[in-house]
């Protein structure tokens, strides 16, 4: 199915690896041009590289940007309209996630830093990105983790400042709606990505094997799964959806599969 995202202009953050990376990836074998970026300059260049092979030169524009400053923020934008043009017609806000400690071990700087990059960083791109979306519409999307959802030990900055994400994004979708943008939050459960490969790393006995045997579908999730969903999302053929917070995790908010 053609999701009629020929053209049409993307924003991806964390679009380095993981989940960014495969929505990114997605919007272009769509026909998309796509910015992504990252903190790390070298390894936004090289996604860049490596994505423009795929699809073609002149597609993607890679930057390195951290999602915590508000001038890089701007730039971001600022270089996407200079590079596709006037218009955005996609936002997809994503970049890792809060830290995960006992709350106990939750400083105020801790707890500022988190919502800069991960909060203010959302609440930034969109001011940004609207007036560039308003002429036509558009499409809104937050990438956050299941966990919010399912609140567990050393897990109070995620579900604290993602809770904060999802209750800016809907109401941004009751404001933005007479625009024709549409504004939808995806929880991402387990997928094969860097931040999983660290956490079975840093624990022992730990695998990806074991951490799909508790997932309903048995296994983990593709990033190229969770990208299929958001291209799908974000096409113009499903502007009629707004306002959403949707479990794209195999079933693992529904219960326990295999355990």
Known sequence: ???????????????SDGLGYAI????????????????RAEKAAAAAEHLSHRHGEGKVLGLAADCS????IVRVTASTVGRFGDAVHVLVTNDGGP??????????????TAFERHFYYVVRSVRATLPYMTGEGGSILNV???????????MAAPVAVWSA???????????VA???????????GLFDTQLVDKMVDSRPGLSKGRLGDRVPLGRIGEPREFANVAAALVSPHSRFVTGVVAPVD??????AGFG
């Open 24 to 39: 990114a990836d997605r919007l272009l074998a769509e026909g998309a041009l796509v910015t992504i970026f990252g903190r």
């Open 69 to 72: 400053k508000a001038d890089d």
């Open 178 to 188: 007479k625009d024709n943008i549409s504004v939808n939050t995806l929880m991402a």
């Open 1 to 15: 199915m053609d999701l009629g995202l020929a053209g049409k202009v993307a924003i991806v953050g964390g679009g």
């Open 165 to 175: 994400v999802i209750g800016y994004a809907q109401t941004l979708a009751l404001e």
């Open 99 to 112: 830290p995960v400690r006992p709350i106990s071990k939750l400083t105020d700087d801790v707890w500022v």
């Open 144 to 154: 956050v983790s299941a966990v919010v959802q399912r609140p567990a030990i050393d």
């Open 250 to 255: 195999g079933g693992s908010l529904i219960g």
